[in-house]
């Protein structure tokens, strides 16, 4: 079955330690989400790729990148890990066009980050 | 600033009952509106959806109003089940624009 999928599901690390997740598609869509979701709250964009095309939100710390290689495969880097980036981070996908306003889109499993 | 935001944030219903879920949004240009379920340590799953050309949409035991006069979405779940327990998220779409989530209301299903 077509998917997004978000490695690891967990994942720890250390205080100021860079770490980076990963997510791949087989949706063959051009767009990738990265969303922050913190407990009891909604997610959260960060950025998303249209293409190749890298769209940061305005909020969105230094601290916070994103790879984007080919179409199936988008990475988060956090460069210094603080204690308030543990979190969930999903990813997401969407097929966007030139004519379509409609932007379905679907989302993995997430990545849960503890920061110790 | 523009946003989507929720009524209740939690909803306690017995078993077989039905559910309604309330959604507020501000933002008059959004054309497109989703449902999202999400369960404890997954990611959204979509429900339905609805285009603001429509007032009402059915699916298999869930139908979506959209009152656009008033600016109100809601999710209405028939003969819920306890495998409805989840957050469930309203989002928005602009035109052309990224889906804007509401905050989120906690379904609980008692049996």
């Known amino acids: 079955d077509a998917m997004v999928i978000q490695n690891p599901r967990y994942q720890v690390t250390q205080f100021g330690k860079p770490v980076t997740l990963s997510c791949s598609q087989t949706l063959n869509h051009n767009v990738m989400y990265w969303y922050q979701q913190k407990s009891s709250q909604a997610p959260k964009l960060l950025f998303h790729y249209y293409d190749k095309d890298f769209n940061n939100e305005a909020d969105t710390p230094d601290n916070f990148q994103s790879r984007r290689p080919n179409t199936s495969f988008c990475f988060l880097d956090i460069r210094s890990p603080g204690l308030g980036d543990a979190a969930m981070y999903l990813c997401?996908?969407?097929?966007?066009?030139?004519?379509?306003?409609?932007?379905?889109?679907?989302f993995g499993p997430g990545t849960r980050l503890t920061v110790l | 600033g523009e946003s989507v935001g929720l009524h209740l944030p939690t909803l306690s219903v017995q078993e077989g009952d039905n559910s309604i879920i309330n959604c507020a949004y501000s933002n008059s240009a959004s054309d497109y509106f989703i449902w999202y379920k999400q369960e404890s340590g997954k990611g959204p799953q979509f429900i339905i959806d609805i285009r603001s050309n429509m007032d009402k949409r059915q699916g298999q035991r869930v139908t979506v109003l959209l009152n656009k006069t008033v600016k109100h979405l809601s999710l209405q779940i028939a003969a819920t089940q306890p495998g409805d327990s989840a957050v469930y998220f309203c989002a928005e779409i602009p035109y052309q624009g990224n889906l804007i989530f509401g905050k989120g209301t906690k379904l609980s299903v008692k049996p």
């Open positions: 997401a996908t969407s097929n966007r066009d030139k004519i379509s306003s409609y932007n379905e889109q679907f």
